[in-house]
């Protein structure tokens, strides 16, 4: 009873290889290997149990999280875990934690920013974890804007040392990870004032706590900046406050790799190239990206298995009413959400490629891609977390009223996912970066400067504005040609039509600014053909295994013709289709709905997610939903007792009339 | 010093007089009389605090919230205050609790449903809440389709006696708010057999729980559902689960206004219309409607305000930096919002006029408006509250990182209101219905039979097939006749386009299923044209106050035109708009961002609402945010200790290399 698969049928009539797709989606045998293995030991584990995350206070809640933190930790050493393995060990616990700031943003910075002495001082603590890092940037009053920050490191000549102090409270360090209960290190942000002088913002290693007995050093106010959204979620972060009252490091703790100061207090720019910095950052969106195509997999995946269990209308002569996943409202709503994460996914993979294909030329001090793969991935990350974000919650809603519950698991989920839109760039923000670089390009198309990389499209502008899209049926727009050239025929247009419309404005800066709204919906066009891009040359590679490739096909087909029919606006405006075609491709998108329909749960089973991973009661692989769905329930604190407390204070006296004599 | 007013500016530049618009906003004098002194008092009682609401447990919030419902309760006794007051006290207390389902779902469902001698006998009890009550409907298997409930009340003429009984585990009770630990009584929907015929879904009212002791009756098994998304939120309900063996309950428990069961067992229907229960419908959903507008305009307050205080780039010569109120990309975010609230205001004040006008007529039985009263009140229910929820974290987002903190009050804003996307009717589902009744209009337009309501432009259709747009400049988007012919148009033509496309199909079931994504396009389309056409019908009236007029006609534009332009595709599928004028409307919004700007914390000062209700340090009335937000986040328990509760477990070890030999 217990082994019965309420999805089996639904397995039965997948028209791939699933074993295969596994490997598609992780990207390799040996990446699947690994990741199979370490999220069974997770799952396997009861110390990493996390289904009653949401009913902890958040003491509770926080200690738990440092107690799997050192448990996890105890693991990666017992079993000799590789640094892969270990991150994805941490990746499978899936929880929030200063383990993330340490790894994620304190080490790297390090690695990017320090010197070789100071790499070599600092690593070694941080590899063993004798010292817990976080990465303080952000204050109160400023977050997008980094030039601003207020926290000043002042170089104090007579004793060789750096004084950091918060003259200001907006100047206090606000939202750090790690920071507020945990860190023993951070690399602060600050102003570099020597003699006087505002040298900028530059990165400094300061101490916080005693290694002694955690009590915050002299000067230096710590705390917690509190509940954040959801229960359970992002909650089991210590995102954290902190301010100096004329904090002393030696100088040898500011960060020197790019700039440096002297003994005597001289200022110096070494002859690393500051644009070096940036390779960190490419590697951080990367990273951020394909933590998108997992968190969106994840809904989809829940969504998908509970759409296909869930019946509501529609039953004839007393036989099962409809499955939901049988509704076209709820395919149209829902495939395009699968199709975008495996889009995701490969884009992912790509960025991977850049951030390697960047290095290598930063190495041999070829700039020239930098701008170019600077704003890709600023645009990619701003794109694929919005839309991730989104997408979380149109799955939530997908599963109807139980969605709504805690053990659905998407309510936690969402709220954990959705700062992605805000950290590392906030959305709008990084979009603006984008389409800066957008009208940079398109000004000097002129010039005989040919755009690379991700903007080599707009070399071929003359032809892209006045080419003509020429889909006659339906099936037209199965071919990936035409897909193409219509995204880019979007995406070309609006750039220039912005561009042109600046240049009528008085002044360049100025118009800019007042067209911005405009700017961003370019940049998102712009992003968008390259996720389409990416995904059609996915398909152009070889792919193995029964029916894979096919399946990928279709999914590259929903997801380009999903986005054209959602911005039908642009493409019309621009005329890059015409409304009979818009149509068109409309059609083809139901048709293609039907196609996926008797795969999509071998789909979202090529994920790989174990039931501990998912945490979903909606979701699990077995699709044995309602008898898990009235179990949990049960487990609500609230049902300890049949009458609550309160009872005889509050519910009785009112009962009774007696509330007017009640004390409450 | 306390008394600073960090938006004095702000204020000064209103170009119109706030306290008329104040009363615009509550409708009348009187209502805003009535909401201004309840608001104040509910704020200044420290027993509604709701401030640390997200940090208490589950158990500690729940007990919290009794303590309010019944001190709530005991002030309206002692304040003598009328069922207005009594409501709007309800209100500004702001805390789902049993109460809401009380009042709103047991008392009308008693009223709508019962015979006279069952009010009489149960309605004073309920008054005096001498007897609480929930809603039972929903079950684990059903919610949508509540003809397939399976609850059973199976009536037995030996004992004059229905027995009600839950056959299987998906006919649990689930979901119905304030059963879990409260209710002491229930309307409960169940499937009605007498003499072995089954009669479909009826509702019976059935004791829960002991007026003594508030233990469940025999036979009765209840219990609570567990956590929902969020903290704090709707977690303050007891949303409950309930089964039944087999349990006993009078005949005249029953609600037989509509039909009955006689002594004998027979089956009758009485000669009250049934269509007489939609005038409830009617009723609830136009208080979903205001709920959005308040939820939205709550939203909008903040983000405008914090908006309006946070400063971020654009220091010139070590100047004040740039308010991000004055970024375009902020404004063509937020002020479509703030528009949206104002719309969905007076779209839901003609809802009112228009229960009193449906109720008038059944009274006459007059049921001749009723379909279409349906249809526009299920759409106007799905279409207000999709978009205020995501709205909400729209407003969320455009805070910035400070927007996550629970202190800023719209992650609780959120999680609270996103479930009236899915109660009182899944918004997919409801949208479905407003389409298929579209449908039907369309198909009897030859007929000679003329729509009715809100549906009477496709009267015109001939016209609207073929009408132009005839804009020419962006300031003819101004008129508000050019702008309710372009959105009739494209209603019209969208429900036309998908009614041709269905008839092209085999059968028209089948061609509406497989097109039902299109027709929830178009039942969008005809949703909005109401809320348009509502909003410039509210401006032909007289509206006094200096500038109020003005500003409300601005907000008008910005409602249409944004709409205009999110759903450009649309309106230029269907030719009902040219690109050249698509793009003049774009340019008319950036004017009216403008004219808007000076205006936009007035606008929304005029919502009226206390510091208290909003419950946001971000929304403050005196925009002094940053010495609040870091008061608030050293309330967290967390910053009970310097050093958190697991540093000697968990922390100490791991930095000492300790872990190994520690027990974890
Ligand atoms: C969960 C979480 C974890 C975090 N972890 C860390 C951490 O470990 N370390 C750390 O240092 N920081 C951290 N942060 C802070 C984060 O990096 C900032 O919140 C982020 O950079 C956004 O900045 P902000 O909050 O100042 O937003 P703001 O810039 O104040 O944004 C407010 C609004 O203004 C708009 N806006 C701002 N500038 C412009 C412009 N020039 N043009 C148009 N619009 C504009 C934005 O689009 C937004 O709508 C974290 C934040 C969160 C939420
Ligand atoms: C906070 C909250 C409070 C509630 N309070 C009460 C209460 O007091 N009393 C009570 O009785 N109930 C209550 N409910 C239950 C609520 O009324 C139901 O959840 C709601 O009616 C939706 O039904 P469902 O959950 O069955 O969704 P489902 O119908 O299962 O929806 C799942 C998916 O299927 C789709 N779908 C379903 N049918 C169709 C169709 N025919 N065509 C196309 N798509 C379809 C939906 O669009 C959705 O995407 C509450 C629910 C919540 C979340
Ligand atoms: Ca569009």
């Known amino acids: ?280 950052m490419v590697y951080v969106r990367q990273t951020i990206v394909a933590d998108a195509s997992c968190a969106l997999s994840r809904a989809v995946c829940i969504a998908m298995r509970y759409s296909a269990v869930r019946r509501q209308f529609g039953s004839q002569n007393g036989g099962p009413e409809t499955q939901v996943i049988d509704y076209k409202t709820q395919q149209s709503r829902l495939f395009p959400l699968l199709a975008t994460a495996y889009a995701y996914r490969f884009v992912g993979e790509w960025l991977k490629w850049l951030y390697t294909d960047v290095t290598e030329r930063l190495q041999a001090n070829d700039f020239s891609t930098l701008p170019e793969a600077h704003a890709c991935t600023a645009g990619l990350k701003s794109l694929t977390t919005s839309t991730t974000a989104d997408a979380i919650e149109e799955c939530r809603k997908l599963c109807g009223g139980h969605g709504y519950l805690c053990s659905s698991g998407l309510p936690e989920l969402f709220a954990v996912y959705v700062p992605a839109c805000t950290y590392e760039g906030d959305n709008t923000v990084l979009l603006l970066q984008v389409a800066r670089f957008l009208m940079k390009t398109v000004s000097q198309l002129g010039s005989g400067k040919q755009p690379v990389g991700t903007t080599a499209y707009m070399g071929r502008v003359e032809h892209l504005m006045q080419c003509r899209c020429d889909v006659q049926r339906a099936e037209d727009w199965l071919k990936p040609s035409v897909v193409l050239e219509a995204f880019e025929a979007r995406a070309a247009r609006m750039s220039v039509a912005c561009a042109q419309n600046i240049s009528k404005m008085p002044n360049p800066e100025a118009g800019f600014a007042e067209l911005s709204p405009d700017l961003v919906e370019a940049a998102v066009a712009h992003c968008q053909l390259i996720v389409v891009s990416k995904f059609i040359e996915k398909l152009q590679q070889d792919i193995p295994g029964k029916g894979v490739k096919m399946q990928l096909q279709v999914l590259c087909s929903i997801y380009a013709l999903s986005l054209l029919h959602k911005h039908q606006g642009d493409f019309l405006s621009t005329g890059s289709i015409t409304p009979k075609q818009a149509s068109l491709a409309n059609d083809q998108l139901r048709s293609l709905y039907a196609q996926a329909r008797p795969n999509a749960i071998a789909l979202v089973d090529s994920f790989n997610y174990t039931d501990h991973f998912l945490g979903s009661v909606l979701g699990r692989y077995d699709g044995n939903v309602y008898p898990k769905l009235y179990e949990e329930a049960w487990k609500d604190p609230l049902n300890d007792s049949v009458v609550p407390d309160g009872y005889h204070e509050y519910i009785r006296p009112l009962l009774k009339q007696q509330l007017r004599t009640a004390r409450l």
């Open 1 to 280: 009873m217990e082994e019965l698969d309420y999805l089996a049928d639904e397995r039965k009539t997948a028209q791939f290889d699933v074993e295969s797709m596994k490997i598609v989606w992780a990207g390799s045998q040996h990446v699947f290997d690994v990741s199979d293995r370490i999220s069974r030991l997770v799952a396997s584990d009861p110390a990493f149990r996390k289904d009653n995350r949401t009913m902890l206070s958040r003491k509770e809640l926080f200690k738990n999280t440092l107690r799997k933190a050192a448990h996890a930790w105890k693991r990666i050493i017992e079993l000799r875990l590789s640094e892969e393995e270990a991150s994805k060990l941490r990746f499978y616990v899936d929880e929030p934690a200063f383990t993330d700031l340490h790894w994620g943003m304190f080490v790297p910075a390090i690695k990017g920013q320090g010197t070789k002495e100071q790499q070599e001082k600092w690593l070694p603590l941080a590899y063993k974890m004798q010292i817990i890092g976080c990465y303080a940037q952000t204050e109160l009053g400023h977050g997008s804007n980094v030039q601003g920050l207020e926290t000043t490191a002042t170089f104090d000549p007579e004793s060789d040392e750096f004084v950091i102090n918060s003259p200001t409270l907006t100047s206090s360090k606000w939202w750090p990870g790690g920071l507020g209960k945990v860190s023993t290190h951070a690399v602060v942000y600050a102003r570099l004032l020597t003699d006087g002088q505002d040298h900028g913002v530059h990165g400094f290693i300061v101490q916080l706590r005693s290694l002694d007995d955690h009590l915050p050093l002299p000067g230096i106010t710590i705390g917690d900046i509190g509940m954040k959204f959801g229960n359970g979620a992002y909650n089991t972060m210590d995102n954290g406050v902190l301010q100096f009252d004329h904090v002393r490091i030696p100088r040898s703790q500011m960060l020197m790799r790019v700039s440096q100061v002297t003994r005597e207090g001289k200022y110096l720019q070494s002859d690393v190239p500051r644009q070096l910095v940036y390779g960190t």
